[in-house]
C-alpha cells in the first residue's frame, strides 16, 4: 500500500515557475514509476510526466515538454515537478500517482494508487 501528498501548488503569473512535491509512504516505494496527471475544470485528466523506478527514464505530455522536469529521490521518497514557464492552461489540480507494475505511463488507468491534488493556477 502506498498514500501520496502532493504539495507546492499555488497563484502565480504566466511565465513563473512551481515546484510540486509529491511524497510518498510505504516501503517500496523506489520500486514504483510515479506520474502526474492533471485535471481542469470540465476536462479529462491529462498526463502530464511519468518517471521510472530508476530514474532512468521519464516521459512527459506533448504541452509540457521543454517547460516541466519529473525527478524523484527514493531516500526521501519524493517525486519532484519542476514546472517552468508557466502559462495559464497549466491551471488545473496536479495529481501524482504510482503504479508498482505495468510498462505503460500515460494511461490513468495504469496506476494504482493517487493522491488528493494539489492546485496551480496561472494568471496571464
Known amino acids: 500500500q502506498v498514500q501520496l501528498v502532493e504539495s507546492g501548488g499555488g497563484l502565480v503569473q504566466a511565465g513563473d515557475s512551481l515546484r510540486l512535491s509529491c511524497v510518498a509512504s510505504?516501503?517500496?516505494?523506489?520500486?514504483?514509476?510515479v506520474g502526474w496527471f492533471r485535471q481542469a475544470p470540465g476536462r479529462e485528466r491529462e498526463f502530464v510526466a511519468a518517471?521510472?523506478?530508476?530514474?532512468?527514464?521519464?516521459y512527459y505530455g506533448d504541452s509540457v515538454k521543454g517547460r516541466f522536469t519529473i525527478s524523484r529521490d527514493n531516500a526521501k521518497k519524493t517525486v519532484y515537478l519542476q514546472m517552468n514557464s508557466l502559462k495559464p492552461e497549466d491551471t488545473a489540480i496536479y495529481y501524482c500517482?504510482?503504479?508498482?507494475?505495468?510498462?505503460?505511463?500515460?494511461?490513468?488507468?495504469?496506476?494504482?494508487?493517487w493522491g488528493q491534488g494539489t492546485q496551480v493556477t496561472v494568471s496571464s
Open positions: 510505504g516501503r517500496t516505494f523506489s520500486s514504483y514509476t
Open positions: 518517471i521510472s523506478w530508476s530514474a532512468s527514464m521519464t
Open positions: 500517482s504510482a503504479r508498482e507494475y505495468g510498462t505503460g505511463y500515460k494511461d490513468r488507468s495504469e496506476y494504482d494508487y
